[in-house]
């Protein structure tokens, strides 16, 4: 009956009034938004978005290396992602001697394409919901625990159902709704994934970290791979003799152009999102979480930052590691700072005290908002406590690396710079020593701090011209063994309350809403699977007296071009193009387009997305938000959410004129 119940609400509140272009939705129940897609402007049909029986465009969308989404453009099995997601691919590649990421990096045949161990490309064969089988024998007179293993049980079975007689897949059951809905998701992964093409970091990471998550943007953010096969067209590892995939699906490029008003979607993973938190949750994060990550990144980036323009064999060792660093960090700046211009919390509050009057006499919900606030109270000291444990103490790579039992060593000294390290050491553990109450401190980071009297003296007892790992090590055995045999129980008991309370508010929230009438529209919290958001290509106004225009060009390229920044400095053959103004077939308005962005719904996850217009065709490759906007993950604001792409016509336009790779558009289906 609960069940029923809650697929009910969830259809009402599905059809109810649209916050403007709000929302994650499943491929499988856009039936459910189909029409108000098409009122939009898009031009085909449900099962053009997912289909089962028949080729769709999810076919043609893929989870590239388990954290970002890439996209097939050509019959060849080539895919185009962002130059972020391939960012390590390419600066494993890399050497002084040949700097793919300074330089760039074009094969000119299929015998140049570089394999990357490790690296997968995942397409969903098919998505079901399994709701009724995962809570198949479920009583209400259950505990929780029976519940938990009850659920185990029936996701194993589920799950060694759909991998029987196949070959090459990913299986997985995941919650939705906090566990009101489950979702069995099947995956063919391909191990054989080689790099194609890659524009200069220049061009690539254009703006570096002063410009991501801003808008305007310039950044051409686009790498090529290509998905191998075996001779039956299915997953194989690496091998010369393997074949591009011949895939069920590619996408078109609409070269044609994008204007204000056209209909965009993106379809793609988004990793993680939390918008039904509860208001302390959503406190936490902005007025305490928040700052201090971000204070203790800052140490981080400005000790990399210092050794990484001395020295350019550091720069591309620490590449990768910087820019991840970077951006959680300014990530954060801007979720804070949009949680608190927005009211979140405030609101938030509003709305738990009308739920709280509404649930009086409705024993499933009334003591629901007094014990959240009871909970989040119990281990809000600990949550800090565990921020510091992973953004200080574990975050020194060397203490870290000594821990984990020097896995990988031959990998890790490749990209190691000892000065940098021990910087960071220094400087996080004063900060933890400052900011973390002697009560939580583990006895053995009291006893060293005593022996060597300063954390300099400490450091230099570690960081030696061969490092003390034994004493790395013990860092992270002590420190980690303190956190989690007094404080992670704790934190864990009250978290998993915390989550089966969600389960409870949120068919509460629903069914409060269809109750009082409310356009509250209701979608799942982003968990990695697959998911399409519309909206369309528009502008936005920051501030007071701003309004930003929603293209961007190769003008403003030139305009920021700065030779003696590293992160603006253009390559002298871009900027004899735009003097020369040899911009070929892709030339629009005396310049060449470069980004745009639209109000599609997207987060961490959906970088590198397929960026569709009406028809389905490719217009653009998502890359990330503008900061005004980086609080969607918790609270949505139509005024100033905008996802922000790479417009395709960039991407060709460096493949043609500056790569001088005719052949890879050759391969490609482009409509002009």
Known sequence: MKRILFAVVLLLSGTSLLRADEGMWLP?????KIKDMQEKGFKLTAEDIYSINNSSLKDAVVHFGGGCTGEIISSEGLLITNHHCGYGQIQQHSSVEHDYLTDGFWAMTREQELPNPGLTVSFLDYMEDVTEQVLKGYKPSMTEEQRSALVAKNIKAIEEKAKEGRKSVSVSVKALYYGNQYYLYVFKVFTDVRLVGAPPSSIGKF????????????????SLFRVYAGADNEPAPYSKDNVPYKPKRFFKINAKGIGEGDFTMVYGFPGRTNEYLFSDAVRYTAYTSNPHKIALRTLRLDAQKREMEKDPAVRIKYASKNANVANAWKKWQGEAKGIIKMRAIENKEEFEA?????????????????????????IEELSLVRDYQSEALNAVELVAFAGRGQRGAERFYKDYHMPIDKECFISLYKAYDKNIADKYKSPYFKEQLAKFGTVEAWADAIFTAEPNMEMAAE???NTNKWFMENYAPVLDSVNREITLLYRTYMRGMMEYNKANRGTKVFYPDANSTLRVAYGQVKGYSPSDAVYFTPVSSLDGIIQKDNPEIYDYNIPQALRDLHAAKDYGQWEVNGSVPVAFIATNHTTGGNSGSPVLDAEGNLIGVNFDRVWEGTMSDVVYDPEVCRNISLDIRFALFVIDKLANADHLLEEMEILK
């Open 28 to 32: 499988s129940e856009i039936i459910l």
């Open 207 to 222: 703006g570096g970290d002063t410009d991501n998550w801003m808008w305007p943007r310039h950044t051409g953010d686009f």
């Open 354 to 378: 009308a739920f709280t009057k509404w649930s009086q006499g409705k024993p499933d919900y009334e003591n629901l908002v007094a014990r959240f606030k009871e909970l989040y109270g119990a």
């Open 475 to 477: 860092i992270y055995r």
